[in-house]
């Protein structure tokens, strides 16, 4: 049934039109070479149920040339499916074995595995020759603003190092040049934002000589494969001295960098990439690290420009940038004290304070601000105002909407009270409040104003403060032995899964027990809200443990300080078998019907249709003559 299939075939491709000549740019080394090497698409040209043609060439084979081939072509499946194949019987006069693959496309697995040989009165093969041409058709788009991509890898056939062999079936050496596939999504992509961190830097204390650092660092970023950008600075103010290459890029492969320092026009060029070709990278990080020096007591703006990302193939990707700003002079500041406040130990009902103070300040005559805070988290219970120097000449103005979370404050001194000059943190109001319940708010100066004896407003700096109410509690959520029935002397993993349902980072204890026997603790640190899964390797071959018992199997993590709730800490969770060696169906006896089911495995490994994990007694990972050994010295063995 398969010659007239053969005789169908060749007669089919010796009445195709004949392939045009590919023209192969001649190499002193024999390769093997998928060409094109690069097929690259995108979404706004090219749909899905599109068709691309690849070659599969052997270049510059030597004397005494090659007689046969075989190669299997590799790539992800459900990117693309191969439909056709063309085989080139051309070579050695025509005078051919094979094709000795029938089916040789295998879309499923991702492959395609094909293999000719020459036969006499044809003769051996030198130079540079095309083997196969392959149509694919492309069938997954990829996501907005992403890639999809895989290799086209060119490999030899299990027992071989290369696809070509001469008439003494010798193997031929030779290269690989692989390809690649990839098709690109033209949809915009979410804009990345490019920012200075910190963000602000008015620090009085930074003086000429003295030095700090910033950094340039990126958020939402999506196929970035490298990017090029200026900052530019007062130049009279602070110059650069130092660029440090960020962890940014660096995560997704090496990376080249290139930057360049001019403090005579006061800006820094950068510009990394990384190397490979079709590296990408996505997510936030810092690209940069900058140290300036400052030279004058001044102000600079940290201007981000000239800026240029790009994805693998070159084209630019959108962003926005937010500019930093660098201030030594000594400025006027209204703030909140202490401007952070977390305490674990407080609790709803719990009463505390906050000061609103002011500092740097000369000729302060009036204030007013509005603070904003989240009632959920806090109530208001009132204030007292504090007058400056103990005057005594000024009226009050305040109001507290505990409803919405706002408190309104208006000072305004008037004669004989002379004007103030403040240089140390001077408390100019003290805010109550209650905890209303856990969580967290910003102290916010949604206004403020500083006001001179003239009535002209003072440029100042307001300090929102935060307050944080902690919940501390971790829980245990869940055990997962590896099996339930387990041969005693065999080690499984056990699986405990942990919660941190609190505010902030724990370092705490998880604890695995089978019965009152502790197997083993590990330390952990896990992150507000997030879970961990803990695996314990439990040895079964102990004193205590016998066969035909079960064993309760439960897990504890330690208490943390001021923990909420301790209810959760600690889980029991079913329990696990320990059989009789060699009882593989669980019958608590070894007799013939094990022998019969330790038959049926024989020889099968993980993954094989016949596999039985309960009959590889020494837990190798193959089921064989030492399982039968193991099961032949406890025949007879039964359960009390």
């Known amino acids: 049934m398969e010659k007239p299939l053969l005789l169908i075939l060749i007669l089919l491709v010796c009445c195709s039109a004949p392939m045009s000549a590919i023209k192969i740019e001649a190499q002193e080394v024999c390769v093997a070479r998928v060409y094109p090497s690069e097929n690259i698409f995108y979404t706004n040209t090219t749909s899905v149920g599109a068709t691309f043609t690849i070659s599969i060439i052997i270049e510059n084979v030597p004397e005494p040339g090659f007689y046969g081939w075989e190669f299997i072509l590799s790539w992800t499946p459900g990117v693309i499916n191969c439909t056709e194949e063309v085989i080139n019987y051309d070579l050695w006069g025509g005078n051919y074995l094979g094709p000795w693959f029938w089916d040789p496309i295998d879309n499923e697995a991702g492959q395609y595995h094909q293999s000719l040989s020459g036969k006499s009165p044809g003769e051996p093969e030198v130079g540079t020759f095309w083997l196969v041409n392959l149509t694919f058709v492309i069938v997954k788009e990829p996501s907005p603003g992403h890639v999809i991509e895989t290799e086209l890898i060119i490999s030899p056939p299990a027992g071989s190092n290369y696809i070509i062999g001469d008439i003494e079936a010798n193997e031929i050496p030779h290269e690989y040049e692989h390809g690649v596939y990839r098709y690109v ?103 940069f690290k900058l140290t300036f020096h400052v030279l004058s007591i001044w102000e600079s703006v940290l201007d981000i420009y000239d800026v240029s990302l790009y994805d693998a193939a070159g084209f630019s990707l959108p962003y926005n940038a937010v500019d930093g700003y660098f201030n030594n002079i000594l400025m006027p500041k209204l703030y909140i004290d202490p401007p952070t406040l977390i305490d674990p130990s407080m609790k709803p009902g719990d009463q505390f304070q906050l000061n609103v103070n002011v500092a740097n300040v000369s000729d302060l005559y009036d204030f007013e601000f509005k603070l904003t805070y989240d009632t959920n988290v806090l109530n208001g219970l009132g204030i007292i105002v504090v007058p400056i120097n103990n005057e005594t000449s000024f009226n009050v103005e305040f109001k507290l909407n505990d409803t919405v979370g706002e408190i309104w404050v208006k000072v305004q001194y008037y004669p004989p009270a002379e004007p103030a000059a403040v240089a140390e943190p001077t408390t100019l109001v003290k805010l109550f409040f209650q905890v209303q319940f856990y969580g967290s708010t910003y102290i916010h100066f949604n206004e403020s104003r500083l006001s001179n004896s003239l009535g002209m407003s003072i ?182």
């Open 185 to 287: 999504s033209s949809i915009s992509l979410p804009e990345a934002t490019l920012e200075v961190v910190p963000h602000s830097i008015i620090n009085p204390s930074l003086v000429p000589c003295e030095e700090f650092n910033v950094s340039i660092v990126v958020s939402e970023a999506a196929n970035l494969h490298g990017f090029s950008l200026k900052v530019g600075y007062n130049a009279s103010t602070i110059e650069c001295v130092a660029v440090e290459e960020g962890d940014f890029l660096s995560n997704f492969g090496e990376t080249e960098m290139a930057y360049l320092i001019d403090n005579d026009e006061g800006f820094v060029w950068v510009s990394i990439n990384l190397t490979s070709p079709e590296a990408v990278a996505e997510g936030d990080g810092t690209l």
């Open 459 to 640: 440029t100042h700096i307001a300090e929102d403060g935060y307050v944080s109410v902690l919940r501390r509690d971790i829980a245990v959520l869940e055990i997962t032995p590896e099996m339930y029935e387990v041969y005693k002397g065999w080690e499984i993993n056990i699986t405990v899964t942990v919660k941190n349902l609190g505010d902030i980072e724990e370092t705490f204890e998880v604890i695995l027990y089978c019965n009152d026997n502790e197997i083993n603790r590990k330390t952990v640190v896990l992150a507000s809200n997030t879970s961990l899964t803990v695996v314990f390797q439990f040895d079964t071959n102990q004193a205590w443990i016998e066969p035909c018992h079960n064993y309760t199997i439960s897990a504890e993590v330690t208490e943390v300080p001021f923990e909420m709730n301790i209810t959760n800490n600690y889980l029991e969770d079913g329990q696990i078998h320990i059989k009789l060696m060699g009882d593989i169906n669980g019958d608590k006896i070894v007799n013939y019907t094990d022998a019969i089911l330790i038959g049926a495995a024989f020889g099968s490994k993980p993954g094989d249709p016949n596999w039985n994990p309960n009959a590889d007694l020494n837990k190798d990972g193959y089921v064989n003559y030492k399982d039968v050994i193991v099961l032949g010295r406890n025949f007879g063995a039964v359960c009390p």
